[in-house]
Antibody, heavy 122, light 111 residues
Framework: QVQLQESGPGLVKPSQTLSLTCTVS??????????WSWIRQHPGKGLEWIGY???????YFNPSLKSRVSMSVDRVNNQFSLKLTSVTVADTAMFYC??????????????WGQGTLVTVSS | QSVLTQPPSASGSPGQRVTISCSGS????????VNWYQQVPGTAPKLLFY???QRPSGVPDRFSGSRSGTSASLVISGLQSEDEADYYC????????????FGGGTKLTVL
């Protein structure tokens, strides 16, 4: 079955760019009915949607983060990535990649990675 | 402050029935379907319901979901100890060119 795995630095300095990659196994990013998503969770807090990307390049971002977020898809390596610029300590969070299914699950996030903790600190 | 409002906590004894509410507005729950996620502490969220009341395979039928107007509910009947987790509702919001919104989460304690 499809599995997702996040990777990237666990520590980022303030004002720098946070970069994470999610590797898709058991399936393809080149799936018309799926959007590849990033969701974060601040320590002890709830879930916050960051955005998602379709393999065609179409993106949707959280309005509150839109000015700092970019996403891309790597069809060759079956991965998708997140970049968050100008980070502050407030961006410290667990970051999850997830698959959004628009075929049979009405846009729900049906598969999640295990998550990766990113700490912003000097 | 989350766009969707959930009670921060809920509790019940084994075998009891518990309801978790999720309140939104016309731009989200009022016009789009609701999904529910279960997150056991220390693990990634898991899809519990999609399209308001549809259970993915593997979700026990003692879990049920519903939507009415601008609110949604998750009901757990026959509460079990393994149900202790955080529960989140989510929906698409049509405002600001569209985006996904989550509830703040409800921590369910099985007494």
């Amino acid at each position: 079955q499809v599995q997702l795995q996040e990777s990237g630095p666990g520590l980022v300095k303030p004002s720098q760019t946070l970069s994470l990659t999610c590797t898709v196994s058991g399936g393809s990013v080149r799936s018309a009915g799926h959007y590849w998503s990033w969701i974060r969770q601040h320590p002890g807090k709830g879930l916050e949607w960051i955005g998602y990307i379709h393999y065609s390049g179409t993106t949707y971002f959280n309005p509150s983060l839109k000015s700092r977020v970019s996403m891309s898809v790597d069809r060759v390596n079956n991965q998708f990535s997140l970049k968050l610029t100008s980070v502050t300590v407030a961006d410290t969070a667990m970051f999850y990649c997830a698959r959004r299914d628009t075929v049979g699950l009405d846009g729900a996030f049906d598969i999640w990675g295990q998550g990766t903790l990113v700490t912003v600190s000097s | 402050q989350s766009v969707l409002t959930q009670p921060p906590s809920a509790s019940g004894s084994p075998g009891q029935r518990v309801t978790i509410s999720c309140s939104g507005s016309s731009s989200n729950i009022g016009s789009n379907s609701v999904n529910w996620y279960q997150q056991v502490p220390g693990t990634a969220p898991k899809l519990l319901f999609y399209d308001n009341d549809q259970r993915p395979s593997g979700v026990p039928d003692r879990f049920s979901g519903s939507r009415s107007g601008t609110s949604a509910s998750l009901v757990i009947s026959g509460l079990q100890s393994e149900d202790e987790a955080d529960y989140y509702c989510a929906a698409w919001d049509n405002s600001l060119n569209g985006h996904v919104v989550f509830g703040g989460g409800t921590k369910l304690t099985v007494l």
